[in-house]
Structures are given as structure tokens and as C-alpha cells.
């Protein structure tokens, strides 16, 4: 059985709950659909320090938790349900939701977000939110004075290993290959950059320590049968091997980059499918901060309010 609404919202966190406030405001009625993991990415995140209005800090789920209930406050219709297959060929426009349900929707706002890329190991798990992170920018501050290691070899590991090097007292860049990925100037910034010791041809195979990351177990191959292993004391472990825009289900519609983040048109969250707006990190290969992708949820309740006028 079909359901017709106004304004459709698929994916929370910052960028699915801004945008529920203001539509919700605007008197869209929208539905939104929470998606695989409730509030995003930032559910898995201990301390959030950097989102305007808290000036004590806050923990992820907390925030999500707040986010949620002021959208609720204003009418929007929140369910859990996870968007499984969409047709935008024309409006109104048709989603699936957990393989059954189909919305058909005058507007369309995708919040899916983007998945941190991880190495696999089962540490990794172990001490989420205790000493590893996919984002330098979120949990930096806390290492101030502590060595840390990022992995990587590409611009963002290199963008995030001298960011960290404002903050940390060591930190080692640790590279699967012989060399670095990273632009020209990227490697010149890293290679200058005394604080920043880089491990060519080594790999992660686990982490240690009491309750908190405290070092890291390290194999620098040297073919099939030659392996050298080495530890290293960090108190911070960062990924910095890419992430993975949640669109796949969109891609036959909307316009996409090499990666898979959907392409808006520049300064709004318009796609190239009238009525389709984009919010979050899943339009967002730069920035993938809370509070940007909020400012973006905002502005595609806006569009889509201004859309549903003409």
C-alpha cells in the first residue's frame, strides 16, 4: 500500500534532523526515516566539544537524542525503516522502504550520510570511541600532548596527520605502500613537518591497551616470507582511508562524483533532479562535520519549502 506526503527525509543525524525542524516549521509534515543506524555516525561518538550551544560538551547520542526531540516537537513524523530502492524518474517521487513500502513524495531530501572506511581489524571494534576515530578534526583536541598515529597515504591523512600535529607531541603516518598518494605539496608539508614520522610499507595488525588504545602493533612487510614487526605507544588511532557515501540507491537519478557523493549545484543542496535536495556528509567530501551538516539540513527544508510554492 502507497502513502503520499509532501516532503520525505531519508537518513537522521545532524543534516535528517535539521531538516525535519524546519520543515516541520514550514508545515511540510515531512516523514522522516531514520535509516540502519539511528542518528548517524555521531551515535558512535563519545564527546562532541564543537557544536555550537554546548559549551560543556556533550556526547554523541545525547545530541541526536536532543536533535530528535525538538524535530518530534514540531510535528515531524519520525519512524525507523531503512530506504531499500527509489524511482525518481519523475514526481511525485517513489520509495521503497525496508522492501515493502512504497512513499511517494512531492520532495525528497537524502541524509544517508557516509561509512569511515575501517582496516578490519577486530581492535578497531574494541576501542571505538576509546582511542580510534575516522575524524581528526572531531576528536583532535583530546590528544593534545599525546602521540597519535593516522593511517594513510592519500591528501586526507596528510590533511589530517599535520592538522594533528598542531595538537599532538608525535605523530606517525602509517602507509601500506612505499609511498605517499598525496599531492606534491601535501608530501613536502608532511616530509618538513618534524613532528611527523612516516612508516613506508607498513600495516596495522592490532592495538593495545587497558580499556584505551596505548600502542599499536605494526608489520612492515618485505615480501611473502619476510615480515619485520614493530610496536608503537599512541594514545589516538585514526583512520584515514576514505568513506563511502551511503547512495547507491540514488545513483540511477542523481548525479554523483568518482567516489559516490552526490553532486549539488554549488552554495545549495539542489541535485540535478528537480525537488531532490541533498544534506550531510553524503554531498560533503571536505568538511563531514556535525554542525555543517546541519547548516545544509536546514537549507534543503528551505529549497524544498520554496519548491512546493512555485
Not at 536533535?67 to 517513489?94: C, M, N, V
Not at 605523530?171 to 611527523?196: D, G
Not at 614520522?197 to 591497551?209: C, D, P, R, S
Request: overall charge negative.
Amino acid at each position: 500500500m502507497n502513502e503520499k506526503v509532501r516532503c520525505l527525509i531519508i537518513g537522521s543525524g545532524p543534516a535528517g534532523y535539521t531538516a525535519a525542524i524546519y520543515a516541520s516549521r514550514a508545515n511540510l509534515s515531512p516523514v522522516l526515516y531514520e535509516g540502519m543506524q539511528p542518528g548517524g555516525q555521531l551515535t558512535t561518538t563519545n564527546e562532541v566539544e564543537n557544536f555550537p550551544g554546548y559549551p560543556e560538551g556533550i556526547t554523541g547520542p545525547e545530541l541526536m537524542v536532543d536533535l530528535k526531540k525538538q524535530a518530534e516537537r514540531f510535528g515531524a513524523d519520525i519512524r525507523f525503516g531503512h530506504a531499500t530502492a527509489t524511482d525518481l524518474s519523475s514526481a511525485p517521487y517513489k520509495v521503497t522502504i525496508d522492501g515493502e513500502k512504497v512513499i511517494e513524495t512531492d520532495t525528497l531530501i537524502i541524509s544517508t550520510g557516509a561509512t569511515a572506511k575501517y582496516l578490519g581489524i577486530p581492535d578497531e571494534t574494541k576501542y571505538s570511541g576509546s582511542g580510534v576515530s575516522a575524524c581528526a578534526t572531531c576528536d583532535g583536541f583530546f590528544y593534545r600532548n599525546l602521540k597519535v598515529a593516522v593511517v594513510g597515504g592519500g591528501d586526507t591523512a596528510c590533511e589530517e596527520a599535520i592538522y594533528l600535529s598542531g595538537l599532538a607531541s608525535k605523530v606517525y603516518m602509517i602507509v601500506r605502500k612505499p609511498f605517499l598518494r598525496a599531492s606534491k605539496i601535501m608530501q613536502e608539508r608532511v616530509f618538513k613537518n618534524p613532528k611527523i614520522e612516516v612508516l613506508f610499507e607498513h600495516e596495522t595488525v592490532g592495538l593495545t591497551g587497558e580499556r584505551v588504545v596505548q600502542g599499536a602493533n605494526l608489520v612492515k612487510r618485505r615480501g611473502q616470507s619476510d615480515e619485520e614487526q614493530r610496536h608503537i605507544e599512541i594514545d589516538g588511532f585514526f583512520l584515514a582511508i576514505g568513506h563511502q557515501p551511503n547512495s547507491d540507491i540514488f545513483k540511477p537519478w542523481v548525479e554523483t562524483d568518482e567516489v559516490g557523493y552526490i553532486k549539488t549545484i554549488p552554495g545549495t543542496p539542489r541535485t540535478n533532479v528537480p525537488g531532490v535536495f541533498a544534506a550531510g556528509d553524503v554531498a560533503d567530501p571536505h568538511y563531514r562535520q556535525a554542525i555543517t551538516a546541519a547548516g545544509t539540513g536546514c537549507q534543503a527544508a528551505i529549497e524544498a519549502e520554496r519548491y512546493l510554492a512555485l
